[in-house]
């Protein structure tokens, strides 16, 4: 695989993880079905998602060469990106009438 298309890979990634705990009613995606589940179990699945998402990107980075050592400024930007990319399931869960109770 080539850098681009690693690249390619890991933002569809990022944009399929950032919006899919908006559109489960599942803990942790794989969980229970709740009637409506709240705000705090949402954030965590976006945190562990993006914690998975940033795995998946170093280990391409290390299949195709060295990995660059990052500061805490690519982890504030990457998770600042992440939760933008997420944005069009935040509107559809909690921004358009009664949708999932909330």
């Known amino acids: 695989m080539d850098q681009s298309a690693a690249v390619w890979l890991v933002l569809l990634v ?33 945190l562990l998602l993006a914690l998975l998402t940033l795995v998946l990107g170093f280990a391409l980075e290390s299949y195709q060469g060295q990995r660059q050592p990052q500061g805490w400024e690519f982890y504030a930007a990457a998770l600042c990106l992440f939760i933008t990319l997420g944005f069009p399931g935040f509107v559809w869960c909690y921004l358009r009438r ?3 109770g909330a």
């Open 14 to 46: 990022a944009v399929i993880a950032a919006n899919a705990p908006y559109f489960s009613n599942r803990v942790l995606l794989l969980g229970p079905k709740r009637a409506a589940k709240p705000f705090g179990w949402r954030a965590l699945e976006l």
């Open 98 to 100: 009664g949708r999932h």
